[in-house]
């Protein structure tokens, strides 16, 4: 089955620098790559996805970006805000499941 | 409108005991996922169920099982709890399936077994 594996596992930026978390998985023929943010108490929410057809998604501050060659993709935080102090989650989707990796604490600090 | 709703939000069992716990999916949601979070250990797919059918299953022992009703409200349920047991279980729906979009997840419930 699948498996992700995601790194760091904590990540510590000054406000304004970026941030980038990495995720590789095991299946290659998964074709969906979303990332959740889960602030401390609240449930996890999607803020970006990509899927296999493209190689990269941005949204204002955050991009993905995938190589299926290689099978990572990676979160990219610009300018980080202490808002943005979270828990990442990436995960792709196998065989009709959506497997999570084990998650990056990002701490911004001002 | 509303949000996916999960019950009871806290709960206290000790070893050996059972329990059950509530999700209602977001209206028109027809997929209800189940989690189990932990820390350092991620999100962990327990199943998840599409139209009253259990459509894909994640790698937990047979004490923990689900099932969902015809207007896609969804429960589950662990028997003989274990000290290991006490997590953050998180259900989360969508329109038609965990892997095809976004999902959106309720506020969980917090389970501690002592």
């Known amino acids: 089955g699948e498996n992700v594996e995601q790194h760091p596992s904590t990540l510590s930026v000054q406000e304004g620098d970026s941030a980038v978390i990495k995720c590789t998985y095991s299946?290659?023929?998964?074709?969906?790559f979303p990332w959740y943010k889960q602030e401390l108490g609240k449930r996890p929410q999607l803020i970006i996805d990509?899927?296999?057809?493209?190689g990269e998604k941005k949204d204002q501050r955050i991009a993905v970006t995938l190589n299926k060659t290689a099978k990572h993709f990676s979160l990219h935080i610009t300018e980080t805000q202490p808002e943005d102090s979270a828990v990442y989650f990436c995960a792709a989707s196998g065989f009709q499941k959506l497997v999570f990796g084990t998650g990056t604490r990002l701490l911004v600090s001002p | 409108k509303a949000g996916v709703t999960q019950t009871p939000r806290y709960l206290i069992k000790t070893r050996g005991q059972q329990v059950t716990l509530s999700c209602s999916p977001i209206?028109?949601?027809?997929?209800v996922s189940w989690y189990q979070q932990t820390p350092g250990q991620g999100l962990q797919f327990l199943f998840e169920?599409?139209?009253?059918?259990?459509?894909n299953k994640g790698n937990f022992p047979g004490r923990f099982s689900g099932r969902q009703f015809s207007n896609s409200r969804s429960e589950m349920n662990v028997s003989t709890l274990e000290l290991g047991d006490s997590a953050l279980y998180l259900c989360a729906s969508s329109w038609a399936g965990e892997n095809t979009g976004e999902l959106f997840f309720g506020e969980g419930s917090r389970l501690t077994v002592l």
């Open positions: 169920y599409f139209s009253e059918t259990q459509r």
């Open positions: 299946d290659s023929a998964s074709n969906y």
């Open positions: 990509i899927r296999s057809n493209v």
């Open positions: 209206s028109g949601h027809r997929s």
